[in-house]
Nanobody, 122 residues
Framework: QVQLVESGGGLVQAGGSLRLSCAAS????????MGWYRQAPGKQRELVAG???????NYADSVKGRFTISRDNAKNTVYLHVNSLKPEDTAVYYC????????????????WGQGTLVTVSS
């Protein structure tokens, strides 16, 4: 069993910043890709940013230059630094990891966090 615990969401004014965190725990053998997705009301969930175990990153065009994803492999934690926030960034942000457990070292599981709400006021 692998669990994800997210934190860092909240209400912020436009132009403000937040740091989202997502810590993985449980029977973790290794973690490959980690990422953040978001879902705004009435919209589909979309990829915001991803980072591989080697540190390669990718971003949605809408957040490039404003958001930064990073990870601490020793803590099994991924971060999303969100800067210059806009009202259209308002959404529930979900952490997503591809992980291998000690019980099954040959297959990656995709695990989702419970989501953290980010609300940006204008």
């Amino acid at each position: 069993q692998v669990q994800l615990v997210e934190s860092g969401g909240g209400l912020v004014q436009a132009g403000g910043s937040l740091r989202l965190s997502c810590a993985a725990s449980g029977s973790i053998f290794s973690i490959n890709r980690m990422g953040w997705y978001r879902q705004a009301p009435g919209k589909q969930r979309e990829l915001v940013a991803g980072i591989t175990s080697g540190g390669s990153t990718n971003y949605a065009d809408s957040v490039k230059g404003r958001f930064t994803i990073s990870r601490d492999n020793a803590k099994n934690t991924v971060y999303l630094h969100v800067n210059s926030l806009k009202p259209e960034d308002t959404a529930v942000y979900y952490c997503n990891v591809h992980v291998r457990s000690f019980e099954d070292r040959y297959n990656y599981l995709e695990v989702w966090g419970q989501g953290t709400l980010v609300t940006v006021s204008s």
